[in-house]
């Protein structure tokens, strides 16, 4: 059993920042890659980021310059740092965890709101 806990999200002004945080846990012996997405009701989700075992990263370019993607392979957390944030922005975020031989596996997801 995996599970993973996301954190981070919330209510921020345009312009600004958050940190989203998804932590792994359980019966786990290694992690490929792991990735955000990004849900708005009505359209279909959207991968935001990419970070492999390995540390190379891939980010759409709705968000490219902006987010940033990153892990702790001793945690098996992965992050999202995201700047200069706009009202587009606003959805409910994420997290997915690969883990060979057994599948992805996903968070509850935590909703982020731009807005003044």
């Known amino acids: 059993q995996v599970q993973l806990m996301e954190s981070g999200g919330g209510l921020v002004q345009p312009g600004g920042s958050l940190r989203l945080s998804c932590a792994a846990s359980g019966s786990i012996v290694s992690i490929s890659a792991m990735g955000w997405y990004r849900q708005v009701p009505g359209k279909q989700r959207e991968l935001l980021a990419r970070i492999t075992s390995g540390g190379t990263t891939n980010y759409a370019n709705s968000v490219k310059g902006r987010f940033i993607i990153s892990r702790d392979n001793a945690k098996n957390t992965v992050y999202l740092q995201m700047n200069s944030l706009e009202p587009e922005d606003t959805a409910v975020y994420l997290c997915?965890?690969?883990?060979?031989?057994?599948?992805?596996?996903w968070g509850q997801g935590t909703q982020v709101t731009v807005a003044s």
């Open positions: 997915d965890v690969g883990v060979p031989y057994a599948g992805d596996y």
